[in-house]
């Protein structure tokens, strides 16, 4: 499963275009042309970084120089677990099936193996499922640090100078919602809101 990539522009404090990469290109190049004084930024819903877009020419023209390719796939692991479900659904032959285990050699005290063994399903069961509980653990976190670090970039780049700025980083990467949301209660309503989706939702 994909999703598309998602991009968010701002003229200064005013959230200006959200959506699809071309549409925010050609909301920046028309506020431009207008004479603002900017900053007039496009941000990377999925970094939470700026990125540069050049807006010459018409609108055929700026699409032609946009990247392609732009659907993102959620997670490594979903893809894993399609390949895996894709798998488990198809025909089986006649005979074993086909599970894609692979036997290596595990070294572990007495201790250990009469632990595994007590366990339902056997050793090999036991081990199965302590590896996907560990990678479950894993991706969890680093999709908190992902969701965290790109709510960063975007603050940084934009509320730098706004005031509670720097406790509101620490509330972040502690994963202090409450505090987050009182720190940055006064900041500018879309940067604010912009912000707290940023740091409350799971990266694309």
Excluded: C
């Amino acid at each position: 499963m994909t999703q598309t990539a998602t991009y968010t522009s701002f003229n200064g404090y005013q959230r200006i275009a959200s959506g699809p990469l071309l549409a925010n290109a050609l909301a920046v190049k028309q506020v431009l042309e207008a004479g603002t004084p900017g900053p007039v930024l496009i941000f990377d819903d999925a970094t939470g970084r700026s990125i540069d877009v050049d807006i010459r020419g018409t609108e055929q023209e700026i699409a032609s120089r946009l990247p392609t390719g732009t659907p993102r796939n959620e997670h490594p692991d979903d893809q894993l677990e399609a390949s895996e479900t894709s798998e488990a659904s198809a025909p089986k032959g006649r005979g074993r099936p086909k599970l894609g285990v692979v036997a290596r050699e595990v070294t572990l005290l007495p201790r250990h193996w009469e632990w595994l063994a007590a366990q339902p399903g056997g050793a090999s069961v036991a081990l199965r499922k302590l590896v996907e509980e560990a990678r479950r653990t894993g991706s969890e976190k680093a999709r908190l640090r992902q969701t965290q670090e790109r709510a960063y970039h975007f603050m940084l780049a934009i509320a730098g100078d706004l005031p509670g700025y720097e406790e509101a980083t620490r509330a972040l990467f502690a994963n202090d919602q409450a505090r987050l949301q009182d720190l940055i209660g006064a900041w500018p309503t879309d940067v604010r809101n912009h912000a707290l989706h940023l740091a409350a939702s799971a990266p694309d």
